[in-house]
């Protein structure tokens, strides 16, 4: 019975921590970016029937044994793979599940000693060991998307002055990676090099779509998709999505000046309460242990999370917005 305190309060926190999560992750635009772009396919279906397969980024031979174990533990290992190779590192499995679990048994050591009870140090070792790998992970995503967003209209603008000049569009693609720096030219290169050893186009770039999963490059696959098929000025087609992007980048960016003051406000209010008390329990451990033990503490806290998570959804949604 002396640990049925102890349980309550951690698998409240579980409870609260997904809401908070939940709560900041606003509305979901991919979906719903996924949702405009199936429209598309849908009345343009055959402009835009490409091969389903996709070429694996890890070789065999890389495939250590590292990667192999923590293939089978790890849960949906192909879905982890595809965001390594998202971030266009070198990243692999095996490395990820490794510093993932070196970060949990580390941070579990640390707070077992600092006198936390031994299953509330495995939790809190574990919370960090899972988010933060995967924190990183989509920080390099995005930075490297947003990288690859600023720079795509130019290569957009690169792709329309050759084909003004008479050059074929699988030609003017290997241009654009070999002239445009960053991912955007990484992407290019791929899809040329996809091209050379004998792919189609349509299927080369759908594959490179479908990993960056930006709305901004699948639009630019559906135009060159539908105007393959219908025929017309692909050069004004293209300059006139490179116009459409910028503006959806200028767009995004008034949003984020405009919000930027609230999502701070949020951050900084729902993240203040848990750096106190990380603080006061390296001052007094013994103290902020009364958390813990007296049930009457632990109802408290409980209470002030599930009213943090309430103020950070409805803070969420104040700021939240969708292009």
Same mark, same amino acid.
């Given at each position: 019975?002396?640990? =049925?305190?102890?349980? @309550?309060? !951690?698998?409240?926190?579980?409870?609260?921590? +997904?809401?908070?999560?939940? %709560?900041? #992750? &606003?509305?979901?635009?991919?979906?719903?970016?996924?949702?405009?772009?199936?429209?598309?396919?849908?009345?343009?279906?055959?402009?835009?029937?490409?091969?389903?397969?996709?070429?694996?980024r890890?070789?065999?031979?890389?495939?250590?044994?590292?990667?192999?174990?923590?293939?089978?533990?790890?849960p949906?290992?192909?879905? =982890?793979?595809?965001? @390594?190779? !998202?971030?266009g590192?070198?990243?692999?499995? +095996?490395?990820?599940?490794? %510093?993932? #679990? &070196?970060?949990?048994?580390?941070?579990?050591?640390?707070?077992?000693?600092?006198?936390?009870?031994?299953?509330?140090?495995?939790?809190?070792?574990?919370?960090?060991?899972?988010?933060?790998?995967?924190?990183?992970?989509?920080?390099?995503?995005?930075?490297?998307?947003?990288?690859?967003?600023?720079k795509?209209?130019?290569?957009?603008?690169?792709?329309?002055?050759?084909?003004?000049?008479?050059?074929?569009?699988s030609?003017?693609?290997?241009?654009?990676?070999?002239?445009?720096?960053?991912?955007?030219?990484?992407?290019?290169?791929a899809?040329?090099?996809?091209?050379?050893?004998?792919?189609?186009m349509?299927?080369?770039?759908?594959?490179?779509?479908?990993?960056?999963?930006?709305?901004?490059?699948?639009?630019?696959?559906?135009?060159?998709?539908?105007?393959?098929?219908?025929?017309?000025?692909?050069?004004?087609?293209?300059?006139?999505?490179?116009?459409?992007?910028?503006?959806?980048?200028?767009?995004?960016?008034?949003?984020?000046?405009?919000?930027?003051?609230?999502?701070?406000?949020?951050?900084?209010?729902g993240?203040?309460?848990?750096?106190?008390?990380?603080?006061?329990?390296?001052?007094?451990?013994?103290?902020?242990q009364?958390?813990?033990?007296?049930?009457?503490?632990?109802?408290?806290?409980?209470?002030?999370?599930?009213?943090?998570?309430i103020?950070?959804?409805?803070?969420?949604?104040?700021?939240?917005?969708?292009?």
């Amino acid at each position: 019975m002396e640990m =049925l305190p102890l349980l @309550l309060v !951690m698998i409240g926190a579980v409870v609260v921590l +997904g809401m908070v999560a939940f %709560a900041f #992750a &606003g509305p979901s635009a991919s979906r719903a970016q996924s949702r405009r772009i199936a429209s598309l396919r849908e009345r343009h279906g055959d402009a835009l029937v490409v091969a389903e397969a996709q070429m694996r980024r890890i070789a065999t031979n890389r495939n250590t044994k590292m990667d192999v174990a923590f293939t089978r533990i790890l849960p949906n290992p192909v879905q =982890l793979a595809k965001r @390594l190779a !998202m971030t266009g590192k070198t990243w692999t499995v +095996g490395q990820y599940g490794l %510093a993932t #679990a &070196g970060i949990t048994l580390v941070v579990a050591l640390l707070m077992a000693l600092r006198g936390l009870p031994i299953l509330l140090a495995l939790f809190v070792g574990l919370f960090i060991g899972v988010g933060l790998p995967h924190f990183v992970v989509s920080k390099t995503i995005a930075r490297r998307i947003g990288k690859f967003t600023a720079k795509f209209p130019d290569a957009i603008d690169l792709l329309v002055r050759g084909l003004r000049s008479g050059l074929p569009i699988s030609e003017t693609i290997g241009v654009v990676g070999q002239e445009v720096d960053g991912p955007v030219g990484e992407e290019f290169r791929a899809v040329s090099d996809k091209m050379k050893i004998g792919r189609t186009m349509d299927a080369a770039l759908q594959e490179t779509a479908d990993r960056l999963g930006t709305p901004e490059f699948q639009f630019f696959v559906i135009t060159i998709a539908i105007q393959r098929e219908t025929g017309g000025n692909l050069a004004e087609t293209l300059a006139n999505l490179s116009n459409v992007l910028r503006l959806r980048g200028q767009m995004k960016l008034k949003i984020k000046a405009m919000s930027s003051e609230s999502k701070a406000s949020a951050y900084i209010i729902g993240a203040l309460p848990f750096i106190v008390f990380g603080m006061i329990w390296v001052i007094n451990g013994t103290y902020m242990q009364n958390f813990f033990i007296d049930e009457r503490l632990m109802a408290i806290g409980m209470g002030g999370m599930v009213w943090m998570a309430i103020g950070a959804f409805i803070m969420s949604k104040m700021i939240s917005f969708e292009i």
